[in-house]
């Protein structure tokens, strides 16, 4: 076993535990009970981990991850074939419907 991600944010963690789950790596969560430790624990030692149980797995996990993250940060907008810029967080124009092929 060995911890591939942690967060102070309990979603993001469950995120990417199923992102892993869902591409066949077999893994566990952590510390997801911990927060009322806070205080009297170190705070980033509370945080929720995700653990892949298989060593050999860690390589296509750590990858995974990585493009998530990356596309999560990616706030550019660009521009549709339409004409019309959109906001980065999206992925498909709110006036024809087109999807960013840029992604």
């Keep these: 076993m060995?911890?591939?991600?942690?967060?102070?944010?309990?979603?993001?963690?469950g995120h990417i535990h199923s992102l892993l789950e869902a591409n066949g790596i077999n893994c566990h969560l952590?510390?997801?009970n911990l927060s009322?430790?806070?205080?009297e624990l170190p705070i980033n030692e509370c945080w929720p981990e995700v653990w892949v149980?298989?060593?050999?797995?860690?390589?296509?996990?750590?990858?995974?991850i990585t493009a998530i993250l990356n596309k999560t940060d990616n706030n550019t907008s660009w521009k549709c074939s339409c004409g019309e810029?959109?906001?980065?967080?999206?992925?498909?124009?709110?006036?024809?419907g087109n999807t960013n092929t840029g992604l």
């Design 2 to 13: 060995k911890k591939i991600y942690s967060s102070d944010n309990i979603i993001m963690a």
């Design 30 to 32: 952590r510390n997801m």
């Design 36 to 39: 009322g430790g806070i205080g």
């Design 53 to 64: 149980n298989d060593e050999a797995d860690y390589s296509l996990a750590e990858e995974i």
């Design 85 to 96: 810029t959109v906001e980065g967080q999206f992925d498909t124009c709110w006036s024809c």
